[in-house]
């Protein structure tokens, strides 16, 4: 699915468009974010794709959805 990633302060948050949500990132596997996973405050944990840790935000980028609480 399409997300645009976001940081505010030090705060990273995830938008998806096609269910108007943006939730804050509560937890992530690695601390440059690209990678690996990243769970959102409402429980879903998202894959996202390997990316230099330099990237420019905001960026839409194609997450795979893993699981949710």
Same mark, same amino acid.
């Given at each position: 699915?399409?997300? !645009?990633? =976001?940081?505010? &302060?030090?705060?990273? $948050? +995830?938008? @998806?468009?096609?269910?108007? #949500?943006?939730? *804050?990132?509560?937890? !992530?596997?690695?601390? $440059? #974010? %690209?990678? &690996? %996973?990243?769970?959102?405050?409402? &429980? %879903?944990?998202?894959? #996202? /794709?390997?990316? *230099? /840790?330099? $990237? =420019?935000? *905001? +960026? $839409? @980028?194609?997450?795979?959805?893993? &699981?949710?609480?």
């Amino acid at each position: 699915m399409k997300v !645009m990633v =976001r940081k505010s &302060g030090e705060q990273y $948050t +995830i938008y @998806v468009a096609k269910k108007d #949500l943006e939730e *804050p990132i509560v937890a !992530m596997e690695k601390p $440059t #974010l %690209w990678g &690996g %996973w990243a769970k959102i405050a409402n &429980g %879903w944990t998202l894959e #996202l /794709p390997d990316l *230099p /840790p330099d $990237t =420019r935000l *905001p +960026i $839409t @980028v194609d997450a795979k959805k893993l &699981g949710s609480e």
